[in-house]
């Protein structure tokens, strides 16, 4: 079993929704972070947070909203989604930044 | 231009046969270079993690070599099963700075019985 856990596995939501997808670990690590992977391609970065602050966002586009509450969780809050949006969504933490990142399984977005 | 390169996009190997994939990069200044294993429909796992003046780890059947003068990296898997069957991705990070993971593309290894 993975060390980070992402719910839900699976979202289908049309263009209209809000939905948010949640990221947890219990490792004790201060960088927590999410990745867009689109099928037999490898993941792209689009946040990452150290110490819970947002320390990197490749040009994200706003209908991705990322949220740190606290050391052990991350959120990304979706509105407004496109059908190009779909995509295995990975969360990953690590110790510090640039150390070794531990993945959670992913939630597998599909947007009608 | 950071960038990592993965050879060959594919492979499919007989079960107990060894193999070995191959990662070339131009990402500076070097931080350390990672290979993770990826299965269908789950998250990376890490295989192992080298940095600038490590040339070879292993963690069971698999070994990394690094040569940081030819940015070359490889992973040779050893008595190939069919559970080894996933996408392997070498990712290398650069030192200092705000950091940002270069992924390579992955490749897809297949294990027939």
């Known amino acids: 079993d993975t060390e980070v856990t992402q719910t839900p596995k699976h979202l289908v939501m049309g263009m209209t929704n809000k939905k948010s997808l949640k990221c947890e670990q219990h490792?004790?690590?201060?960088?927590m972070y999410w990745y867009k992977q689109k099928a037999k391609k490898p993941p792209e970065l689009m946040f990452v947070?150290?110490?819970?602050?947002?320390?990197i966002n490749e040009s994200v586009p706003s209908r991705f909203s990322p949220e740190c509450p606290n050391s052990s969780l991350l959120n990304l809050h979706l509105h407004a989604l496109q059908p190009e949006d779909s995509a295995l969504y990975l969360c990953?933490?690590?110790?510090?930044?640039?150390?070794?990142?531990?993945f959670g399984d992913g939630t597998r977005l599909s947007i009608l | 231009k950071n960038q990592v390169e993965q050879s060959p996009q594919s492979l499919i190997i007989l079960e107990g046969k060894n193999c070995t994939l191959q990662?070339?990069?131009?990402?500076?200044?070097?931080?350390?270079l990672r290979w993770y294993k990826q299965d269908t429909g789950r998250g990376p796992v890490s295989l192992t993690i080298?940095?600038?003046?490590?040339n070879t780890k292993s963690n069971g059947r698999y070994t990394a070599t690094l040569d940081a003068d030819t940015k070359q990296s490889s992973l040779h898997i050893t008595a190939s099963q069919l559970s080894d069957s996933a996408s392997y991705i070498c990712?290398?990070?650069?030192?200092?700075?705000?950091?940002?993971?270069?992924f390579g593309r992955g490749t897809s290894l297949i294990v027939h019985p």
């Open positions: 990662c070339n990069y131009t990402v500076s200044p070097f931080s350390n």
């Open positions: 080298m940095t600038f003046s490590e």
């Open positions: 990712v290398v990070s650069v030192a200092g700075g705000s950091y940002i993971p270069t």
């Open positions: 947070y150290s110490y819970e602050k947002l320390s």
């Open positions: 990953a933490s690590s110790q510090l930044q640039n150390q070794p990142q531990h």
């Open positions: 490792m004790g690590h201060r960088a």
